[in-house]
């Protein structure tokens, strides 16, 4: 019997038994500091204070002495929201000084004395308005440093003793703190400082440039009678009109097109600092820029005029007469100073034909026949070039009908190999500018002087390459249909179609049964443009 309880009475008095709950965890501790760190490198429009930055070093100051000594009463480094905590802080004044590499946000001299800032630059009329102090090559994302002794003028007297920035801690619940680093100079600081470095950076750019170009390329052929969206399915909007400000496909080529212009803005900043003859290179950059802007302004219109390189939260788009002005006075300021020929292994340089080439479309655009023809013969007259097979032209980049294109990297060139096929063959590369064009904008610079000679002379030249027929033009309204003709079929599917349809007035007789309504005449500005920037407008019917 007893082998028999003593088990069952073992187990009934260790069950009975009371089992001792864990202690609670103390509660977590609370910082009595909280010190947030922006940089300011990173500013933009979204961001007014930079970005937060993660990994820098936050140090407290119990006095200008320890300041100036470099002997921190307390140090955190900010986590990876940027935040720096400190806890059981004595209460008291104390300087807060944050770093990370070389940024910081108090610049103390051997004697204590700083400038004083708080804040950043937010556009360029900030900068420009007369109640601001003169703060000379201040751009939107420099710090504002306070006017001290009151000239209204920012220089090395407007400093303070280091005791004016304490902060006042006490005992009374966290305190939270921004602190913005960065630079003096901001603007200056992020530029490059070789000529190799900006060799390299436009490297990148000049790829980029052909992307946003191919994909604007696809994009005119869709919304033409060139393409539908069986190739780029996720375009099907623009190929029935349905397109609005928020679609994707147009704002990802705004916005690639004008990082693009700000990051070329900031090699031409960039050289301006660093000695040297650099005509050649600031020319390829400057060419690069109004290529970019006079493709915007194909399809968009009006444009901003950014010079800098960050933007303001007051851009807005120039008028048209400034924006057509923008585009041929840089032109016109590179083409003497670009190359006759490329150097050798430099797919993608300009030279002076590519610049007489853009402004011959400018001024196509413009109907200015004067300098149409003046810049297609400037080609023309060369002999540099020629009309060769179509077998060629778009298998072989070296080819003498080429008179620009641009690298693709080999990640880049598989997306538009489906859509850049002629005859069942596809395109090896993708040319910007050939030969044809040269003579289709004479054609039409001759057809607008009303020399129907000289409009023949041009149709019967490209007819003679491609080995085609037709009557000869009798009168200037055969001419331009002629024209016409040749403008679809020889530059098929390579981005000109429905700037062309727009440009002559055809758009809406060719295109009525996709959708095309007269305010498509210009795309629309992305609505995430419109909405960071409250001074830039919207093209009309959006």
């Given amino acids: 019997m007893k082998k ?54 936050v140090e407290l100051f119990a006095s200008k002495k320890d300041l100036l000594e470099a002997k921190p009463a307390y140090t955190a480094t900010a986590d990876q929201s940027g935040k720096a905590l400190f806890e059981n802080v004595v209460p008291g004044k104390y300087f807060i000084f944050a770093s990370r590499g070389d940024m910081v946000n108090i610049w103390t001299d051997a004697n204590g004395n700083t400038m004083v800032s708080d804040t950043l630059f937010q556009s360029e009329t900030e900068i420009k308005n007369p109640q601001t102090p003169l703060q000379s090559g201040a751009m939107p994302g420099d710090f504002r440093f306070k006017d001290l002794n009151g000239d209204m003028i920012i220089n090395a007297n407007d400093v303070a003793d280091v005791t004016s920035l ?17 630079y003096k100079s901001n603007s200056k600081a992020t530029l490059y400082t070789t000529t190799d470095q900006i060799e390299t950076a436009l490297g990148t750019i000049t790829s980029n440039i052909a992307v946003t170009h191919n994909r604007l390329a696809i994009l005119d052929g869709v919304l033409s009678d060139d393409a539908d969206c069986s190739v780029i399915t996720n375009w099907c909007d623009y190929d029935k009109f349905t397109f609005n400000a928020s679609t994707d496909g147009t704002s990802n080529i705004w916005v690639a097109y004008i990082n693009n212009i700000v990051a070329l803005n900031k090699m031409l900043l960039s050289l301006q600092q ?24 194909t399809y968009f219109g009006q444009l901003p005029i950014i ?29 003497p100073v670009l190359p006759v020929i490329a150097p050798a292994n430099s797919t993608g340089r300009a030279t002076s034909y590519v610049a007489h080439m853009l402004l011959a479309r400018l001024a196509f655009q413009e109907s200015d026949v004067e300098s149409l023809i003046a810049h297609t013969d400037a080609v023309i007259d060369s002999k540099a070039f020629e009309l060769v097979d179509y077998s060629t032209v778009f298998t072989n980049s070296s080819n003498h009908e080429i008179i620009w294109t641009l690298p693709l990297l080999n990640t880049q060139e598989s997306f538009f190999t489906s859509y850049f096929v002629r005859n069942g063959v596809v395109f090896k590369f993708f040319p910007v500018i050939r030969y044809t064009e040269a003579w289709l904008l004479k054609g039409y610079g001759k057809a607008m002087s009303n020399d129907l000679a000289g ?44 700037a062309f349809l727009v440009l002559t007035n055809q758009a809406e007789k060719v295109l009525t049964d996709k959708g095309y309504k007269d305010h498509h005449r210009y795309l629309p500005i992305p609505v ?15």
């Fill in 307 to 335: 010079k800098n390189a960050n933007i303001g939260a007051d851009l807005k788009r120039a008028s048209w007469e400034e924006t057509r002005a923008f585009i041929k006075t840089e032109l016109n300021a590179v083409l």
């Fill in 528 to 542: 995430s443009v419109l909405e960071l920037y409250p001074n830039m407008t919207q093209n009309a019917g959006y």
């Fill in 274 to 297: 660093i000695s040297g003859d650099h005509a050649a290179l600031t020319a390829q950059i400057r060419a690069y820029r109004a290529f970019a802007y006079l493709d915007l302004h």
């Fill in 4 to 57: 028999i309880l003593i088990p069952v009475l073992l187990c009934s008095l260790w069950a009975c038994k009371k089992e001792t709950p864990d202690p609670a965890p103390p509660p977590p501790e609370i910082p009595d500091l909280v010190v947030t760190v922006w940089d300011a490198t990173k500013w933009d429009v979204a961001h007014p204070k930079g970005t937060i930055t993660p990994d820098a070093k």
């Fill in 166 to 182: 304490s902060y006042d801690l006490r005992k009374d619940g966290i305190t939270t703190v921004n602190v913005i680093i960065g």
């Fill in 455 to 498: 409009t023949r002379d041009a149709i019967n030249t490209i007819r003679a390459r491609s080995k085609t027929s037709g009557s000869d033009p009798k009168n200037m309204d055969e001419a331009i249909a002629a024209l016409g003709s040749l403008y679809k079929d020889e530059l098929y599917r390579e981005g000109f179609r429905y």
